[in-house]
């Protein structure tokens, strides 16, 4: 059922006409792009990560007076999914990807990441209780398009090539890790307004 659903969704012409404006965005120029809704884009597979990692990394961020978005913390029912995540991402500053053992499986997880990839986005990657050398595209050909696993393939391998965190929760401090990440995003953030300040 939930993979009908999902393939209407894909074909539907609304979802392409607002994948089209958000590719619009893409292309603006800094002086038209909309202002910053969020600082930081959370992307993560729910089931591996929204209750623990994902969710003590946005309350975390919050209770620093950072504007983080995480689906479930930020949308609301009635709210169009591709529509509301993708303007979150277009219009965050950093993005924290948390690579995760299912992610790779997921349409939304890789729709998700090309997207911060193709806008450009300062990356933090946060491989948990996974290395980038395992990350390739697990989704079947039935569900995309050639295209999309080309496009996905090119955002995973972009994502591998950035010096990212790692945890391993056998062994990790998950405290600890949220920590570091939250430090590192707050030191990309500053590095973002001085650069923007030089502009």
Known sequence: MISRVFDFMKQSKSIQLNNRLFLDLLSSSP???P??????FINH???DTKRNIATLLYDNLNARNIRPFLDSKNMKPGDKLFDHINRAILTSKVAVTVFSPNYCDSYFCLHELALIMESKKRVIPIFFDIKPS???VMIERVTCSDDEIQRFRWA???AKDIVGLTFDSCKGNLSE???VASDVI???LVELEAEA???
């Open 197 to 199: 300040e030089d502009v």
């Open 156 to 158: 995973l391998q972009e």
């Open 31 to 33: 002086s038209t792009k």
């Open 45 to 47: 597979r729910g089931t």
């Open 134 to 136: 395992q990350l390739d």
């Open 35 to 40: 202002k910053a809704l969020h600082d930081v």
């Open 177 to 179: 890790v949220v920590t």
């Open 186 to 188: 707050v030191e990309r």
